[in-house]
T-cell receptor, first 115, second 116 residues
């Protein structure tokens, strides 16, 4: 049971390049989400999914796309990277729907630098 | 909208002493949960403790306890008998349970340094 895995751990992009941050979980969790962490800002929700085929925007969705074709995977796409997207990205999953308490399991993070 | 405020950017505590990290929150939703996470220098997010808005007693997990004062909208983390390994960034977070319990709103964090 690997929990929540993220790849890559580190990435450097040039402005305008595209890339996909991968997130996978093997706990059969319905809920998955992406956060970004910037210095002095805490974590902010980018996008989330309550199940395969269902996604929605969080607090800071601009510049990011997501899809959820399987329960296990929830990739985050940057279509045209900008320096403002330099951040640490965390993927999280949870077994619940959000109507009661459920522990969130966080991945180890991806540190992205956009030059 | 929910808001979490952590007013202590940095805290120092001596080893074996207790320390309180402050967290205040704002929400109009009556059903919510409050979380504390630890982030060591290695970067991972470690869940510490949870308090539900309807829980009658303050949550405790080993050396961690949550001082929940609902009327004051505060959810302070108390770490007893501090250890060097407690040095880390600590985040308070909230989720509301009208279907958004998994959408956490985080505070800006408190950097705790434990000294000998």
């Amino acid at each position: 049971n690997a929990g929540v895995t993220q790849t890559p751990k580190f990435q450097v992009l040039k402005t305008g390049q595209s890339m996909t941050l991968q997130c996978a979980q093997d706990m059969n969790h319905e809920y998955m989400s992406w956060y970004r962490q910037d210095p002095g800002m805490g974590l902010r929700l980018i996008h989330y999914s309550v199940g395969a085929g269902i996604t929605d925007q969080g607090e800071v969705p601009n510049g990011y796309n997501v899809s959820r074709s399987t329960t296990e995977d929830f990739p985050l796409r940057l279509l045209s990277a900008a320096p403002s997207q330099t951040s640490v990205y965390f993927c999280a999953s949870s077994p619940g729907t959000g109507y009661t308490y459920n522990e969130q399991f966080f991945g180890p993070g991806t540190r992205l630098t956009v030059l | 909208a929910q808001k979490i405020t952590q007013t202590q950017p940095g805290m120092f505590v001596q080893e074996k002493e207790a320390v309180t990290l402050d967290c205040t929150y704002d929400t109009s939703d009556p059903s919510y949960g409050l979380f504390w996470y630890k982030q060591p220098s290695s970067g991972e997010m470690i869940f510490l403790i949870y308090q539900g808005s309807y829980d009658q007693q303050n949550a405790t997990e080993g050396r961690y306890s949550l001082n929940f004062q609902k009327a004051r909208k505060s959810a302070n983390l108390v770490i007893s008998a501090s250890q060097l390994g407690d040095s880390a960034m600590y985040f308070c977070a909230m989720g509301v349970f009208t279907g958004g319990g998994n959408k956490l709103t985080f505070g800006t964090g408190t950097q705790l340094k434990v000294e000998l």
